[in-house]
């Protein structure tokens, strides 16, 4: 699956936040998206997911949907999902039903056994959840509650998996836990596209870094990678 | 007593499932349709007004007045609810329950110029005899709509706690951010709730009206009295509005039989205030879950 981004801007009001943005994308690929708060990552991401109008043309396999389609329910059915930034998460219903609903990118029906395959699923990448699960979401930690986020994104089945800001606000040793975990969906062939301010983790995980910066996006050569890497 | 007692079921079931519409489309929505008492009597009064006037069949009658509210609800969502929630989010459900309002007195204005001052009600969707239970007297009708109150709360409770979509309705009024990213369309999915509460609102106004016939303004006290009944359910928790409608109906059945008549809603009211003001904690927060 290829993600292609030919000349978006993306403006909010007067203030433009994603300017003339050429790029592509493989679910081949792990994608770090690196540069200051405020320069345009969380756009960027948004824009790709449906969620932030814009100008220009977001394709994917070649391919846009009709003026009718809500942008974003068609990036997920094509496999594009979003962990936004704060995770979005539903903090009155429990752990479970938020994951569950994950599941609604490419069903209306849940069945037993689809159900205990996404939860059996979750468990084996996020044993601490299992206490939780009828917990409800808003109760948890902000790591636990990363964790249901990416569970629910899992859920939706994604070929590209992106992750605006996972480690912000949590401990070291809870995001260090994160990325392990993402290098092992890396490792089971996922793509990712990771958009972090603070860097290092995100550009370890990925093979291609993006940085974006006042709005302008430009591919990172390997050299300027090793040395982003201390 | 036993008569007063089920008159007030019935007339509760009426509040408690204006009520549950209330609640169903806040959950999604954060709308509160305070219209949906005008509505139910317009639908009402139409239907009751295409049988006198042009003879047709009750269910014809009843399907063209649904696919009318249908499309009616489609273009409210369409042209009012749709602009206001992209430009307002901050104050959306001030702005449309003032929206709903106006909606409501324009209904009711409507109907007092289409239909006119008079009682309408539609036959009985299922007439005969009443029955007899010793001293209690009991319609037909009225088992119908109790029948079908029962029936179609369990069945949207269910609805709500088991299927996807159920809890796709409850994540709608959490986080629209969170639906979107998992491919949910919010604005398809309030569209639906507001078309299918319309018109269950609707089909219980024509239920009920030929127990206790509708006049052109009967739907904004009904209306209100099911957004007391919504009110402590915390606007959503559908199933409690149906219990504390009933509730409802029963103490207003009670005060009309026992203490005052001409004063009836008056004093449901009071009493409401009262226990409001002695257990204010009963209301908990509008909008939260238990």
Partial sequence: ?230 | MLNDLFAGIVSGCMYGVFGACICVLFRVSKVVNIAIGDLAAFATLAVAWFITNHGLNVWVGILIVLVAFALFSYAYDTLVTRPIAARSSKNFTAVMFFFTLALSLLVEGLGQLLFGSEVHGVPALWSGANFKIGSLIVERPAILLIAVTVVATAAMGAFLRYTLIGRVITACGQNETGVRVVGVNPNRIRLVCFIGSVLAGAMFGILVSPLLGFTYSSGLSLGTLGLVAAAFARLVNPIRAVVVGILIGVAEALIGGYVTSSYQVVMVFGVLTVVILARPKILGTLGSFD
């Fill in chain 1, 1 to 230: 699956m290829k993600i292609e981004l030919i000349d978006v801007t993306v403006r909010y009001g007067s203030i433009i936040a994603l300017s003339n943005c050429d790029l592509v994308i493989g679910s081949d690929e792990a994608v770090a998206v690196i540069g200051p708060n405020g320069n345009g990552k969380s756009s960027l991401l948004k824009a790709i997911a449906g969620l932030a109008s814009f100008d220009g043309h977001i394709r994917v396999d070649g391919q846009e949907p009709s003026r009718r389609t809500a942008r974003s329910s068609w990036a997920v059915r094509r496999g594009v999902v979003l962990v936004p930034e704060r995770r979005a998460l539903f903090p009155r219903m429990t752990v479970r039903d938020n994951i569950l609903l994950g599941c609604y990118a490419f069903t209306r029906r849940l069945s037993t056994r689809l159900r205990d395959q996404v939860m059996a699923e979750t468990l084996d990448l996020f044993p601490e959840l299992e206490t939780k699960l009828n917990s409800d979401a808003g109760t948890l930690s902000g790591g636990q509650q990363q964790m249901v986020a990416i569970a629910r994104g899992l859920a939706s089945r994604p070929s590209v998996l992106m992750l605006d800001e996972p480690s912000l606000g949590l401990a070291e040793i809870v995001v260090h836990k994160l990325y392990d975990t993402l290098s092992t969906l890396r490792t089971e062939g996922r793509g990712l596209v990771v958009a972090e301010e603070s860097p290092v983790n995100a550009i370890r995980l990925c093979d291609k870094v993006v940085s974006v910066e006042r709005g302008t996006v430009a591919v990172a050569p390997a050299p300027v990678r090793s040395e982003m890497i201390p």
